[in-house]
């Protein structure tokens, strides 16, 4: 990997936006529900950050692929607890 300053524009980027979901996983982590959330915003996220794994995986992307790979283990936890509380009929 060639280390620059498209490089470092693309892990600023990657960190800016993962970690927009660090405090919504951290809240529904805590408090174990997803509440008013969109399922469809969330499995609309999730299949996209899927997307952007694979991308970046096939291009050797390494912001891609790390922003991607945290990026979904966040959305598909609040997918997870979203999940499970309208199979569990709350929401």
Known sequence: MEFNIL???GL???TLTTGALVPQTV????????????L????MM???????L???WLRQDIPLILA???G???AATILYFKIKEILAGKK
């Open 54 to 56: 694979v991308y970046g």
């Open 72 to 74: 979904f283990c966040f």
């Open 12 to 14: 600023l980027a990657a």
């Open 46 to 52: 999730t299949a996209g950050i899927i997307i952007w």
């Open 68 to 70: 991607n790979g945290i």
């Open 40 to 43: 469809y915003m969330y499995l």
């Open 27 to 38: 809240k529904t982590w805590k408090t174990k529900s997803a509440g008013d959330l969109s």
């Open 7 to 9: 490089t470092l524009l």
